[in-house]
């Protein structure tokens, strides 16, 4: 684990605990080259789950491009990093809960968008207009007028 204060490769962890309901942990580790502490947290990886892309390419699931996913959309907006992690938890025990070794990528973006829709409707719109790829300004202000109509 390298240093994100000075680059060292040495640490020790000062602090361990089970966090998430325990599906993580979190350590607290002193860089034994320049003293200072930061934080990191290990996940359990869900092991076997592939992923099918739209143009039927497997990938394994990658935990790191959801939140990085999410990020994006919720750049700028009043999201939380814990609101976003929430998400990826969320997500995570759902998928994990569906049993398979396989899913789509529009399953899990069908996720991300029914959770996006709730907390905020930019970030829902922004996420939408990049996983559903509208075609033009007509595609992205019926989507917008569904989220409209649905307030009045």
Known sequence: MKCPHCGGEEDKVVDSRSVQEGRAIRRRRECISCGERFTTYEYVEIEGLTVRKSDDRREPFD???????L????????????QIENIV?????EL????????????????????LKEID???????????????D????????????????
């Open 63 to 69: 935990r790191q491009k959801l939140k990085t996913g």
């Open 89 to 93: 938890i969320d997500i995570e025990k």
């Open 71 to 82: 990020e994006l959309a919720t750049n700028k907006r009043p999201i939380s990093q814990k």
């Open 137 to 152: 300004t007509e595609e992205f202000y019926t989507e917008v007028r569904k989220l409209l109509d649905k307030e009045e």
């Open 96 to 115: 994990f809960n569906l049993a398979k070794q396989e899913v789509s990528s529009e399953v899990i973006g069908a996720m991300i968008m029914e959770r």
């Open 121 to 135: 409707e930019v970030a829902y719109v922004r996420f939408a207009s990049v996983y559903r790829k509208f075609k």
